[in-house]
T-cell receptor
């Protein structure tokens, strides 16, 4: 089965600083999803990437999928306290008979005011 | 408004008791999923269903059971056979089209006393 490794596990930044979270796969990524989770709540969909070299942005968050489709990064520009939470990457697991998502362990982001 | 609801938000159970977690969606999605999340870990798939009256085991199905009698509903029963049931449980649904984007409910926190 596919395994996703996220780094760092936790991140503490000062408000206004830029940051990057990485998600690395042991296999080719056919669909890569980024989600955000507030503690004790459900996951909120951020972005989905499918093509090698693809890049998407929403407000101050940019996600990229490398050309080899084995690594994705999530970059936040000028971080704000509202960006705090857990960021999880998920990937289409095409090894099974049904389409499922395999998730990384998450990155805990704290933004200090 | 369309979405996924889970109830209750918090649930307490004595050892040896079965308990059922509710998940309802009005998004007209075919596929539904149950995940378990433990502190510092990502999501692990318990069961999933792609169509009414059909469901498959995920990675950690032991000690859990589900039913899918209606498209809108996918309840999860945590049985007394589950040795470590205290966790945060998340339900999700998806369209099963080109994108495997999953929409998540707010979660249920189960604590075994």
């Amino acid at each position: 089965s596919q395994e996703l490794e996220q780094s760092p596990q936790s991140l503490i930044v000062q408000e206004g600083k830029n940051l990057t979270i990485n998600c690395t796969s042991s296999k080719t990524l056919y669909g890569l999803y980024w989600y955000k989770q507030k503690y004790g709540e459900g996951l909120i969909f951020l972005m989905m990437l499918q093509k090698g070299g693809e890049e998407k942005s929403h407000e101050k968050i940019t996600a990229k999928l490398d050309e080899k489709k084995q690594q994705s990064s999530l970059h936040i520009t000028a971080s704000q306290p509202s960006h705090a939470g857990i960021y999880l990457c998920g990937a289409d697991d095409v090894s099974g008979s049904a389409r499922q998502l395999t998730f990384g362990s998450g990155t805990q982001l704290t933004v200090l005011p | 408004d369309g979405g996924i609801t889970q109830s209750p938000k918090y649930l307490f159970r004595k050892e040896g008791q079965n308990v059922t977690l509710s998940c309802e969606q009005n998004l007209n999605h075919d596929a539904m999923y149950w995940y378990r999340q433990d502190p510092g870990q990502g999501l692990r798939l318990i069961y999933y269903s792609q169509i009414v009256n059909d469901f498959q085991k995920g990675d950690i199905a032991e000690g859990y059971s589900v039913s899918r009698e209606k498209k809108e509903s996918f309840p999860l029963t945590v049985t007394s056979a589950q040795k470590n049931p205290t966790a945060f449980y998340l339900c999700a649904s998806s369209k099963r089209d080109i994108s495997n984007e999953q929409f998540f409910g707010p979660g249920t926190r189960l604590t075994v006393l």
